[in-house]
């Protein structure tokens, strides 16, 4: 049975006795084209439009499929557009909830996306020190401003197609170095990928990665007032927890926090491969 956190879904992890996915273990296909709406959702890209005439709709990259071949994470993906993804997001607030679950079991089921989305890395980025990162989400931020992330959510861009099995690294390592750090801080073979998961509100695909930095707690906090993507995080509210277990369990557990809806799950599971699922589960009262 999948495992849902804050309605995150675990689709994969990396079979035992393997505990990640370096880019060695990534095999990606490319199908060629772009990947549009369904033309019965036709209606959905038009209520998107007409909602937000002058947004820019910019190239992304979608998942087709996932699955596994003994511990080779087999990826199919594919050019989309965001109008084609952001359309069916919006959408599905108000879609009846059977059609959903429609849509959902497919993945979940088959391990095939019935719709585009947008490929995307959620990194939790551990310091020199052995402390992990967490954020606030800009206010501007059109997905769950002023919530905390940890550490922060890159989307796989077409550039990044370029770099074979690396792509999922390559995106990894450039949104901790653009919001984080500075260029080539952080190398693709500094990232390892622990989980495939799926946000279920929108349907959208994350792949969990563990980012391990050379930077202390003291630099990165330092630093990332002066990353190239700071705007992404409220100012001054980059904050370095210590990778302990009775404190990272009450931090999961703090009701006066609002979390980005992998943030929970993303320490959950680095929890479990510090500290072993059986602690792990006992610290949290599971």
């Not at 952001?86 to 996306?113: C, K």
């Not at 606030?136 to 370029?162: C, M, N, V």
């Amino acid at each position: 049975m999948a495992r849902i956190l804050d309605g995150t879904i675990e689709l994969l992890a990396p079979l035992a006795p393997a505990t990640a996915w370096s880019f060695n273990d990534v095999q990606v296909q490319l199908d060629p084209g772009s990947w549009p709406l369904p033309d019965e959702y036709e209606w959905m890209r038009r209520a998107w439009q007409e909602r937000h005439p002058n947004e820019i709709s910019g190239r992304k990259v979608a998942i087709r499929s996932i699955s596994q071949s003994s511990n080779s994470l087999v990826v199919r993906m594919i050019r989309t557009e965001w109008k084609e993804v952001r359309a069916l997001h919006e959408a599905l607030t108000s879609m009846p909830s059977s059609h959903q679950q429609d849509l959902l079991s497919q993945i979940l089921e088959v391990g095939t996306f019935p719709a585009p989305n947008i490929a995307s890395i959620h990194c939790i980025v551990e310091t020199s020190d052995g402390a992990i990162v967490l954020a606030q989400r800009g206010r501007t931020t059109p997905y769950h401003p002023l919530h905390w992330a940890a550490s922060l959510e890159e989307g796989l861009e077409p550039i990044d197609l370029a770099s074979g099995t690396a792509v999922l690294h390559v995106a990894a390592a450039r949104g901790v170095n653009e919001e984080l750090l500075y260029p080539d801080a952080v190398q693709p073979k500094d990232v390892i990928l622990r989980r495939v998961a799926l946000e279920s509100a929108i349907l959208n695909p994350a792949f969990v990665a563990h980012v391990t930095v050379r930077a202390s707690s003291r630099e990165i906090i330092e630093l990332a007032g002066q990353a190239a993507d700071r705007d992404e995080f409220e100012p001054r509210t980059v904050q370095c927890i210590p990778l302990e277990l009775q404190l990272l369990a009450s931090l999961l557990m703090d009701p006066g926090r609002k979390w980005h809806p992998t943030a929970r799950y993303r320490i959950m599971v680095l929890m479990e491969a510090r500290f072993g699922e059986a602690k792990t589960v006992a610290a949290l009262g599971l």
